[in-house]
């Protein structure tokens, strides 16, 4: 039986990176004051075609929608921020603090073409700062991207930014853009002929060459800001260089989703190829009050965890999880007793990895050694009758009994050394 494609399955060996990543993001952001949030991967259809916008792809062509047995439309959310919004305003976390700092990580679901950093299944680590319109709280979001970046050691990215002004303003920007494309609809790919008449700041990342060619002269989005607009972005822009951030301004960057407005960011890497973005965010002030919440300015990103491993170098050189303590049993009455011993080895908190196969005891020793632990705790007939248990040191073979009732003083003594 094979897997969905585009679905995967995340393997023992692989999972030590992704706990990893879990866990520098729990540190990271922990320390920053923000609190984990999980929320449900089904949600109402009508959540995310009220927040991500009826004419989107996400929408249109890629979300996993079904009716289920109460004739209720619902669907595998396709990206994490609209459920965050949609939890907020139900739990009522307004009435808890002005500022809520939010961070999830889980599975988001669409249906695209699979492909290296591109699956149907994938995962997201995302943050929402929600309550705060001033750019300060853009650039905690952006700062903390990059911090997790480089806790992970990776270096090789740039930070693209740009400001998409309000709704008033993007209205006006378009009606122009329009006007432009229209002369040029010809010249323009089959897709962005599409969205000309749905979503036409969307032809703005076309990756198509010709189209490109023809926005080169078009009229700039920046042409239609006014003073705040501006000034929110200026300022970010000035953080940035106080920080010490290098960033490029992409004033093509419009993302795929309808409730950003002003600030709009990717931090993309040349590593994926064609799939570069690796996070990507920006503001959306009007998002919570259009799905039935009090106004509320917020401001997040979504990290992709997939891209993530494939350029992550630090997390591919992770030390691999050891037994550190192998036990062997011999007999019935060993497998009842040993478990006292297990309970001493999970007070200290080491390693251990109990024999289930009833082989000889040479065969055993063999495994213990092939498992690169330190230790093999070996309790038999023998040791049973004479209240004892046999300590064999691996790599010199020398062997040792411990008394049962010493077993957890001489554990104590030794931790160390199987620890290092």
């Known amino acids: 039986m094979q897997p969905i494609r ?19 993001a729990y540190k990271i952001l922990s320390t920053a004051n923000y609190d ?61 603090s002005s500022i809520n700092r939010l961070w999830y990580l889980g ?31 853009d ?12 806790t992970l050691n990776i270096s090789q990215y740039r930070l693209e930014i740009n400001s998409i002004g309000n709704l008033e303003e ?28 749905t979503n036409p700041l969307r032809i703005l990342d076309s990756k198509d060459m010709k189209t490109q ?5 078009a009229p700039k989005l920046i042409s239609s800001l006014k003073l705040k607009s501006l000034n929110h972005f200026n300022e970010i822009c000035e953080h940035l260089k106080y920080l010490d951030i290098p960033y490029q301004i992409n004033d ?61 170098k630090k997390i591919s050189n992770l030390k691999k999880k050891i037994s550190h303590i192998y036990i062997i049993t011999q007999g019935i009455i060993a497998e009842k007793k040993i478990w006292t011993i297990i309970q001493t080895i999970e007070e200290y908190e080491i390693n251990f990895q109990l024999d289930l196969n009833q082989n000889n005891l040479k065969k055993q020793i063999k495994k213990a050694s092939q498992s690169k632990a330190k230790i093999c705790c070996i309790l038999g007939d023998n040791e049973i009758n004479n209240n004892y248990i046999t300590i064999k040191w691996l790599k010199t073979g020398q062997q040792e009994q411990i008394e049962l009732y010493q077993f957890k003083t001489y554990l104590n003594k030794i931790k160390n050394l199987l620890l290092t």
């Open 139 to 150: 650039i905690e979001v952006i700062r903390l991207a990059i911090k997790i970046l480089t």
């Open 252 to 312: 093509k960057l419009v993302r795929g989703l309808d409730y950003y407005n002003y600030t709009a960011f990717e931090i993309k890497t040349k590593e994926l190829g064609t799939q570069d973005t690796i996070c990507g965010g920006g503001r959306y002030d009007n998002l919570i009050e259009q799905l039935g919440g009090p106004p509320t300015a917020s401001v997040g990103w979504a990290i992709g965890i997939e891209r993530l491993l494939i350029i992550a």
């Open 36 to 96: 984990e949030l999980r929320t449900p991967i089904l949600e109402n259809t009508d959540l995310f075609k009220r927040s991500i916008g009826n004419f989107t792809d996400i929408v249109n062509k890629e979300m996993y929608t079904f009716e289920d047995q109460g004739k209720r439309n619902i669907t595998l959310r396709p990206e994490g921020t609209a459920s965050v919004a949609r939890s907020f305003i139900y739990n009522k976390l307004y009435n808890n």
């Open 107 to 137: 599975p988001m679901f669409r249906y695209e073409r699979p492909q290296k950093g591109r699956q149907r299944q994938f995962h997201q680590l995302g943050i929402e700062c929600i309550g705060s319109e001033k750019p300060i709280a």
């Open 213 to 217: 060619e023809v926005l080169l002269e």
């Open 170 to 197: 993007r209205t006006i920007y378009k009606e122009k853009l329009i006007n432009y494309l229209n002369k040029y609809q010809k010249d323009l790919d089959e897709e962005s002929q599409q969205r000309l008449k």
């Open 6 to 24: 585009g679905i995967k399955d995340i393997l023992p060996n692989e999972i030590q990176s992704w706990q990893h990543i879990y866990n520098v």
